[in-house]
């Protein structure tokens, strides 16, 4: 099986092209830059928002995992979608998965969710064999905006707000898992926690501490963060827990997690 990876160099993408050739498949990667000197992986090169190189990037290929995203432009993510659906269904592309967020559809008033939400029901209408692989947060953007945060000299929270933050690495493999073998399309963290809770364990482990001040206002993203919106009691679960990745990443090490959970483990 040839899988080509949208996304592929980006922080759920290089782990996955690990994991899927780990399991035997051919990867290719699309970027828009070309192939670093002594690559082995597959490269194609070309541009989702314009179209540009996706007719050659799918060439021989029996699967495209669109990974790609970004939280500053939800307008081209959305032209995005719509270039690589147009160019999937020209190649005839046998089955076409959209990676998303546990519940986007859910996130009222912000553009990126949004976005998510309207790539889903772009994907949904295709003319293509489609599915949906929605995680949760990644504990990597967790960190990225409590860093954002800490450079105010308090911590600014909205009052309730709660996450359930995952490994990116166990992402990637119960995604390998849902494209080779038909498995879960769908990953969490192992527990939901406040942002409260994420940002006291975070400057416990970095040793540096800010005031956390709750705020509260009358937007419905924050009413839908404090209903716990971004979370799933349902999903399959985790098994790497912030504290523990916390605790690699401020010593400088990786943190992978299990390879691949058994199969239907780890629901609540």
């Given at each position: 099986?040839?899988?080509?990876?949208?996304?592929?160099t980006?922080?759920?993408g290089?782990p996955?092209?690990?994991?899927?050739?780990a399991?035997?498949a051919?990867?290719r990667l699309l970027?828009?830059?070309?192939?670093?000197?002594?690559t082995?992986?597959?490269?194609?090169?070309?541009?989702?928002?314009?179209g540009?190189g996706?007719?050659a990037?799918?060439?021989?290929?029996?699967v495209?995992?669109?990974?790609?995203h970004?939280?500053?432009?939800?307008k081209?993510?959305?032209?995005g979608?719509?270039?690589?659906?147009?160019?999937?269904?020209?190649?005839?592309?046998g089955?076409f998965?959209?990676?998303?967020?546990?519940?986007?559809?859910?996130?009222p008033?912000?553009?990126y969710?949004?976005?998510?939400?309207e790539?889903e029901?772009?994907v949904?209408?295709?003319p293509l064999?489609?599915?949906?692989?929605?995680?949760?947060q990644?504990?990597?953007f967790?960190?990225?905006?409590?860093?954002q945060?800490?450079?105010?000299p308090?911590?600014?929270?909205?009052?309730?707000?709660?996450?359930?933050?995952?490994?990116?690495?166990e992402v990637?493999?119960?995604?390998?898992?849902h494209?080779?073998?038909g498995?879960p399309?769908?990953?969490v963290?192992p527990?939901?926690?406040t942002l409260?809770?994420?940002?006291?364990?975070?400057?416990?482990?970095?040793?540096r501490?800010r005031?956390?001040?709750?705020?509260s206002?009358?937007?419905?993203?924050?009413?839908a963060?404090?209903?716990?919106?971004?979370?799933s009691?349902?999903a399959?679960?985790?098994a790497?827990?912030?504290?523990?990745?916390?605790?690699?990443w401020?010593?400088?090490?990786?943190m992978?997690g299990?390879?691949?959970?058994?199969?239907?483990?780890?629901?609540?």
């Amino acid at each position: 099986m040839r899988v080509l990876v949208i996304g592929g160099t980006g922080t759920l993408g290089r782990p996955l092209a690990r994991q899927l050739q780990a399991e035997g498949a051919t990867v290719r990667l699309l970027s828009r830059q070309p192939a670093p000197p002594g690559t082995q992986t597959e490269w194609a090169q070309g541009d989702i928002v314009t179209g540009e190189g996706l007719a050659a990037a799918m060439q021989e290929v029996d699967v495209v995992i669109h990974a790609a995203h970004d939280p500053r432009h939800p307008k081209r993510d959305l032209e995005g979608v719509r270039q690589v659906i147009s160019a999937a269904q020209h190649a005839g592309i046998g089955h076409f998965v959209y990676v998303s967020i546990v519940g986007a559809a859910d996130m009222p008033g912000l553009p990126y969710y949004r976005a998510k939400a309207e790539g889903e029901r772009l994907v949904s209408g295709a003319p293509l064999s489609t599915t949906m692989f929605r995680a949760s947060q990644f504990f990597e953007f967790v960190a990225a905006t409590l860093g954002q945060l800490d450079r105010l000299p308090i911590l600014p929270l909205p009052a309730g707000a709660r996450l359930q933050p995952v490994s990116v690495d166990e992402v990637a493999a119960a995604l390998a898992e849902h494209v080779l073998r038909g498995g879960p399309d769908r990953l969490v963290g192992p527990e939901v926690l406040t942002l409260r809770d994420l940002a006291q364990t975070w400057q416990a482990a970095r040793g540096r501490i800010r005031r956390l001040v709750p705020f509260s206002l009358p937007h419905p993203a924050l009413r839908a963060l404090a209903q716990g919106a971004l979370t799933s009691a349902d999903a399959p679960r985790g098994a790497l827990r912030w504290s523990e990745w916390l605790a690699g990443w401020t010593a400088g090490t990786t943190m992978p997690g299990p390879a691949v959970a058994p199969r239907g483990a780890g629901t609540r």
